[in-house]
């Protein structure tokens, strides 16, 4: 037998190919339930619940809590975010817990319920509400919880129309400023404009500036050091601050809310705090996901803080194989292919801002395309699920998702113990 040095060249060139595609073919990623997920799972069902659930461990909130307490110390006052924890009883737990009464709210109507449902609450809009919403709050506020709202004021426009709201109503009104420290998504971007809206402040008797928001997620995704973006955001801080505290002299009020942070950034804060290496403008923190911390969150930043809330979904069907409508073949080559989308399980309920996390290597099939009503999911042979099994999501994020079921179903030493309603 001749083999002729190109064919010697062609054949491993086309070893190389093979070798190649080995390596890129995915490994099968499957696993059943880890006993942590087994015992979600029996408690689901000894509650007889069957149909997609919210779940929050409270166990792992409460370590959340824990953990975000010990960072901000005595460094900060802390300011719950309540749209990212869109509950009553998860609310009253993390002030129970935190020893806070203050929230930050987006939604007027939250602010209502939170009011009805906690007078005392200390309230700073996270974003400047339409003037329109803000009278409907005002209308249905009993005097003085109105007044004492921190309502968030982005430029000059927004302050004139809430400046004719209180002379219209006869009624005072606290201005909280919100100042762009690098995220640029409005608010009081020079320090001249600041000064113009201090001045509009001081003019009526009926407003009284109540401090600075600024609020700079951007220093954790941003290429670079986070602690470097922080010093940034700080310095600009210090410098609306100091531009506020020379223009109103006197009348710079003597408690200022000076609000900044989020979940993905407060870490830093309190770790420069505790290193001490220079003074901070900001007195306050807000964070909420971080506390049931979705997928989003999964940030360096929050390396010490565990995923507290899951999406549970009732297996309807679990077939052998998948299959594409139209293409016959087309699923057994796929799964031929990528061993972890041999068999297929069709969820009650689907198409949440979540991925799948338990059976691990459960994925959803790239062509099958999306459903809310019973979402096609794949599984590898080595998984084993039966109908009315359940399989489990982390949502990506929790204000929207929250609202999605009903009540959250609160787990705790395996069994659920409670009920929370959400703001719906
Ligand atoms: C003004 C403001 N502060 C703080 C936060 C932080 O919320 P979380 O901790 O849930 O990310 C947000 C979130 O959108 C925000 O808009």
Excluded at 18 to 32: I, M, S, V
Excluded at 312 to 329: E, H, M, Y
């Amino acid at each position: 037998m001749h083999l002729s040095r190109r064919k010697l060249i062609q054949g491993s060139l086309a070893l190389g190919a093979l070798g190649t595609a080995a390596w890129l073919k995915p490994a099968d990623q499957g696993k059943n339930h880890s006993i942590y997920f087994q015992a979600l799972s029996a408690a689901l069902t000894h509650a007889e619940i069957a149909r997609p659930t919210l779940i929050i461990d409270k166990t792992r909130l409460l370590h959340n809590i824990h953990t975000l307490k010990t960072h901000i110390g005595e460094y900060y006052g802390y300011r719950i975010v309540v749209k990212s924890l869109p509950s009553l009883p998860l609310l009253d737990l993390i002030a129970r817990e935190t020893g806070s009464r203050r929230f930050m709210l987006f939604d007027e109507r939250f602010i209502l319920k939170l009011l009805a449902h906690r007078a005392d609450s200390d309230i700073l809009l996270g974003k400047p509400l339409p003037v329109m919403a803000a009278n409907k709050v005002l209308t249905q506020t009993p005097e003085p919880s109105g007044s004492d709202i921190r309502w968030l004021v982005d430029s000059l426009e927004r302050l004139a129309e809430y400046r004719k709201l209180a002379v219209q109503r006869n009624q005072h009104l606290r201005l909280n400023l919100e100042i762009d420290v690098g995220l640029h998504r409005g608010g009081f971007q020079s320090e001249s404009t600041l000064m113009a809206a201090l001045n509009m402040i001081r003019e009526e008797p009926l407003l009284h500036f109540d401090g600075l928001m600024g609020y700079e997620p951007h220093i954790v995704k941003i290429p670079g050091t986070p602690s470097t973006h922080l010093d940034t955001v700080l310095n600009q801080y210090q410098g609306f601050l100091a531009h506020a505290k020379a223009q109103l002299g006197e009348d710079f009020p003597s408690q200022p809310i000076l609000n900044t942070a989020g979940s993905p950034s407060y870490q830093l804060h309190t770790h420069r705090a505790r290193q001490a290496q220079s003074s901070t403008p900001c007195n306050e923190l807000s964070a909420g996901s971080c506390l049931v911390k979705p997928m989003d969150f999964d940030l360096p930043s929050l390396s010490d803080h565990l995923p507290a809330c899951f999406i549970a979904a009732p297996v309807l069907k679990s077939l052998p194989d998948t299959r594409i409508p139209g293409v016959p073949g087309l699923g057994e080559l796929m799964a031929w292919w990528n061993p972890n989308l041999k068999k297929s399980v069709f969820s009650y309920g689907g198409n949440w801002k979540a991925q799948p996390v338990s059976p691990e290597g459960l994925t959803y099939n790239p062509l099958y395309g999306r459903s809310s009503n019973q979402e096609m999911l794949n599984a590898s042979a080595s998984i084993h699920l039966n109908m009315n099994d359940w399989i489990f999501l982390r949502p990506t994020q929790s204000e929207a998702v929250f609202l999605q079921f009903g009540n959250i179903a609160v787990y705790e030493q395996n069994q659920l113990v409670d009920s929370w309603p959400v703001l719906a």
